[in-house]
């Protein structure tokens, strides 16, 4: 096998061989060679911008003579390749490969592909900016950098990938950041042997230090406002090429119920928001599993007046209650997974109608009773409070392991579920920092900018999570 940076044993790297054996069967590899001074170029044509290519290579090359072209491929914005292999990854990357006199040069004529800056779909934006991320990472970087106008943003570049070779780039501000998070991050990054990435929320499940944990260690987010003010707050931020969902880390579980659109409103709105998120939580997760315990095992719990109404709803019921708050459960998801799926508006119809219909045939058949509907639909409605999709999805799948329990032991299997999920979420870390700050370890200014949000004088300090070596972010006064 030839040697790629020397393949052919000579003093100097004559690599266009090796390039073109590398390049064969590719449809839209392109191979040009201008007689007249022995100049071959090389470019991948479904990459190349046909206008840029034409000025900045094809004609200029195609009227000069040898001394001509050596010295125009000796100025900017020329880059000279030392190895075969330095070709190959440029020309992957849209440039253009040109080879004189048994050595190479690299120049970009890429394309941009890919869509224009739009509004999320995923992250409602109710008061705030509407701009979202793309797949590209320079766009990405763009708009970030538009926002933090700052030398001190520093932009590092890593490679993911036997196949895809993905880049990965890392953002963090010098002297706000933690250097120890962000060496233990690149390590954990080139420590991933995979052959490809195609998402960052693909790629997160490959660093995370709890694989197996339901919960996730890493927000990703396709807001550029919530992405700037994290990294302002001492955060890093990694943007994986395709995707337009951003890493940030490190996380706490608290930071998933919080949402840009918090800081845009007045503190006790803001404040009313975050409380509500996490009421939203208690409910979703428990108040289908409490309602299969208490008609399961618990009469004595029901008020008399409202008991005589469960006991004639639940009178023509052939089910026990677990069963009847699985079906129904399960359902509610299917509804929920078949609206995803299909287009906007066919899903919007299918969710209202689909619900509506099932859920009032369901009782008239005597399926299931009233009350647990209004539980079950309580429970849903309470999880899109959430601004987090992933750890939206995760709570729905911790709502049927209580269930579950709470069917087989009552209460005694509720809490001990709720004691699980506790002790699941105590013995997680993101990057070494404890994922539920501010509550363990206790923090009572964290807390102002955690289960509710402070006036802007009172957030003085940055997060205690960050570590920041310069942890004062505010010196307003009231």
Not at 175 to 180: P, V
Not at 306 to 311: A, E, G, P, R, T
Not at 351 to 364: E, F, L
Request: net charge neutral; glycine share 8%.
């Amino acid at each position: 096998m030839p040697n790629p940076s020397n393949p052919e044993g000579l003093d100097r790297p004559p690599f266009l061989s090796y390039v073109l054996e590398q390049f064969k069967d590719c449809v839209d590899f392109t191979h040009r060679t201008f007689a007249c001074n022995g100049v071959n170029v090389v470019y991948l044509s479904f990459l190349a911008d046909n206008d840029q290519l034409s000025v900045e290579v094809l004609k200029p090359f195609n009227a000069m003579n040898d001394n001509d072209s050596a010295a125009v491929l000796a100025c900017d914005p020329y880059k000279r390749a030392k190895t075969a292999e330095e070709c190959i990854e440029g020309v992957l990357n849209g440039d253009a490969a040109i080879f004189l006199d048994e050595q190479a040069w690299l120049i970009s004529v890429s394309r941009q592909v890919g869509r224009i800056i739009e509004q999320t779909e995923t992250e409602t934006v109710i008061a705030g900016p509407h701009d979202g991320f793309v797949e590209n990472p320079v766009e990405n970087i763009a708009v970030l950098r538009r926002r933090i106008k700052s030398p001190n943003l520093k932009t590092l570049k890593l490679s993911v990938g036997e196949i895809t070779r993905t880049d990965i780039y890392l953002l963090y501000m010098e002297g706000i950041t933690n250097r120890d998070y962000l060496n233990k991050l690149i390590d954990r990054i080139k420590g991933v042997e995979i052959d490809g990435i195609f998402e960052g929320n693909m790629f997160v499940q490959l660093i995370d230090e709890n694989p197996n944990s339901v919960f996730p260690q890493f927000m990703t987010t396709e807001r550029p406002d919530g992405v700037a003010s994290k990294l302002v707050g001492g955060r890093v931020a990694v943007i994986v090429d395709g995707s337009p969902s951003v890493i940030v880390c490190p996380t706490a579980f608290f930071d998933f119920f919080s949402s840009p659109d918090d800081y845009y409103n007045r503190w006790l709105i803001g404040t009313a928001l975050r409380l509500l998120r996490v009421f939203g939580f208690i409910v979703t997760i428990g108040f289908t599993a409490f309602y299969v315990s208490v008609t399961t095992y618990h009469y004595e719990l029901i008020p008399h007046t409202m008991l005589l109404n469960l006991v004639e709803s639940r009178s023509k019921v052939p089910f026990p209650p677990l069963y009847e708050a699985l079906m129904m459960e399960t359902t509610i998801e299917l509804l929920r997974e078949a609206g995803a799926r299909l287009p906007t508006k066919i899903g919007q119809t299918i969710g209202i109608v689909g619900g509506i219909v099932i859920g009032q045939a369901a009782v008239q058949a005597g399926f299931t009773s009233n009350i647990l509907i209004i539980a079950v639909a309580t429970s849903a409605i309470a999880s899109f409070v959430i601004p987090s999709y992933v750890m939206s999805g995760s709570l729905r799948l911790i709502r049927f392991g209580l269930i579950i329990l709470a069917g087989i032991m009552g209460n005694l299997g509720l809490f001990m579920g709720v004691g699980f999920v506790v002790i699941q979420l105590a013995g997680i870390t993101n990057l070494g920092a404890s994922y539920l700050t501010p509550i363990a370890p206790a923090n009572v200014k964290d807390a102002m900018d955690t289960f509710v949000r402070a006036p802007f004088w009172a957030l003085r300090k940055r997060p205690s999570i960050t570590r920041s070596p310069n942890p004062v972010r505010s010196k307003m006064r009231k």
